[in-house]
Nanobody, 118 residues
Framework: QVQLVESGGGLVRAGESLRLSCVAS????????MAWYRQVPGGQRELVAV???????YYTESGKGRFAIARDKAKSTVDLQMNSLKPEDTADYYC????????????WGQGTQVTVSS
């Protein structure tokens, strides 16, 4: 089993920055890729960014250009630096980890709320 705990969410104004952190514990040796997703009330959970075991990052349009994902394997953490935040970035943000299932059965954190006021 893998446990994920997020932190760093909060209320910020448009244009400001926020850094989310996620720490993994448990069977961390099984973790391959890690990612950040977000979900608005009533909406589907959507991928923001994913980072491979080797550190290669991929961003969806949601995070491209303003967000940066960073993984520290020694500390078992993955951070999401979010800059130039917009009201439409308001969502619950979730950390996820895949253990070589091809993201068919990822582990999820409990989520952290981000609210961006205009």
């Amino acid at each position: 089993q893998v446990q994920l705990v997020e932190s760093g969410g909060g209320l910020v104004r448009a244009g400001e920055s926020l850094r989310l952190s996620c720490v993994a514990s448990g069977e961390i040796f099984r973790i391959d890729s890690m990612a950040w997703y977000r979900q608005v009330p009533g909406g589907q959970r959507e991928l923001v960014a994913v980072v491979s075991e080797s550190g290669t990052a991929y961003y969806t349009e949601s995070g491209k250009g303003r967000f940066a994902i960073a993984r520290d394997k020694a500390k078992s953490t993955v951070d999401l630096q979010m800059n130039s935040l917009k009201p439409e970035d308001t969502a619950d943000y979730y950390c996820a980890a895949d253990t070589n299932t091809g993201w068919l059965n990822p582990y999820w954190g409990q989520g952290t709320q981000v609210t961006v006021s205009s």
